[in-house]
């Protein structure tokens, strides 16, 4: 497992880069801070064997007492000299993928309101106004408007009218069918293809493409920061798929078609026909006249204009 060494920047005097695992800034010497960010400046890997196994001793401790930083190595504080046996604090390690590594100290802007335009409130308001006062203008013409008109006298000089019954007529038919409905005479019959019956006749040999899993891998999907300073790469697993070819047999199907008796036969049924029509442009609207018992009527619908 790789291991690096990560930055830190100084918050009392704005120094960038302090070198991960120090405890205080390089130019100002004041201690690293308890939120302290570490970040990972360049990709270059550790070899040196003790600098690794203080990499893998875990992560710093934070003193009960006066809040110093140390190494999980130390097993007393740097500068009170207290025991690590009497502070549980310890700074977090945290995990990070492939995407996410900080590459420096990444401090989030400071958030600032936008400020209110006063011209674009007053605006507003007049936009509110604007209508209210066309409308109450647009009423004020209509009561005027009402008020002074006089009433004219309608006389009517012509009329249309129009009256329609919907019909239907029962007619002999000649229709076809698999069998002959109640009333019907049958005129002719014959063997007609019903429906197809599907049988298997055999198979044939084809190939297809799978995915098949041959194994697991590991890869660097990420790193962690270890709390102290230096950062390792994180391991993930993943399935290794491969593509194969195989062979299978597809079923081979015939139609066969399966007859049966089909007649031609005729029947009296009650058919929709063209509506019947009258119209008029008098004061007597009459409907149209239905006889004969092979009509009847089915809706009627009545139209008038002036
Ligand atoms: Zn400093
Ligand atoms: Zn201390």
């Given amino acids: 497992m790789a291991v690096y060494v990560g930055r830190w920047d100084c918050t009392s005097c704005g120094n960038i880069g302090n070198l991960g695992p120090n405890l205080h800034c390089e130019k100002c010497g004041s201690p690293r801070p308890e939120n302290v960010k570490f970040y990972m400046a360049s990709d270059q890997e550790v070899l040196d064997k003790k600098k690794i196994a203080q990499a893998k001793a875990g992560s710093d401790w934070v003193c009960a007492f006066c809040n110093s930083q140390n190494h999980a190595t130390q097993n007393t504080c740097n500068s009170c000299g207290a025991s690590k046996n009497d502070s ?7 995990d990070y993928n492939i995407n996410d590594i900080p590459t420096n100290s990444q401090k989030t802007p400071t958030y600032s309101p936008p ?6 409130s007053k605006l507003k308001i007049g936009c509110l106004y604007l209508p209210a006062l066309i409308v109450s203008l647009s009423i004020i013409f209509l009561i005027l408007t009402f008020a002074f008109t006089t009433p004219i006298k309608v006389e009517v ?8 019954i919907e019909i239907e007529r029962y007619l002999l038919l000649t229709e076809n069918g ?17 429906h197809y019956n599907q049988i298997q006749t055999g198979t044939v040999t084809k190939t297809r493409n799978i995915h098949v899993k041959v194994g697991t891998e590991t890869y660097v999907c990420g790193k962690r920061d270890l709390g102290n300073g230096y950062f390792e790469d994180r391991y993930c697993t993943r399935d290794i798929y491969e593509t194969r070819t195989e062979t299978y047999e597809e079923p081979v199907y015939k139609q066969i078609p399966v007859y049966k008796t089909e007649y031609t036969y005729k029947i009296w049924r009650w058919k929709k026909a063209n509506p019947l029509k009258e119209k008029g442009n008098d004061f007597k609207p009459k409907w149209p006249v239905i006889s004969g018992n092979k009509i009847r009527a089915i809706d009627s619908i009545e139209k008038y204009s002036i």
Avoid: D, F, M
């Fill in 115 to 120: 400020k209110k335009s006063l011209k674009k």
């Fill in 88 to 94: 549980e604090k310890k700074l977090k390690e945290k």
């Fill in 178 to 194: 698999w069998s002959i409905p109640p009333g019907g005479q049958l005129i002719s019959q014959h063997k007609a293809i019903h």
């Fill in 157 to 164: 000089v012509g009329t249309h009218w129009e009256r329609k």
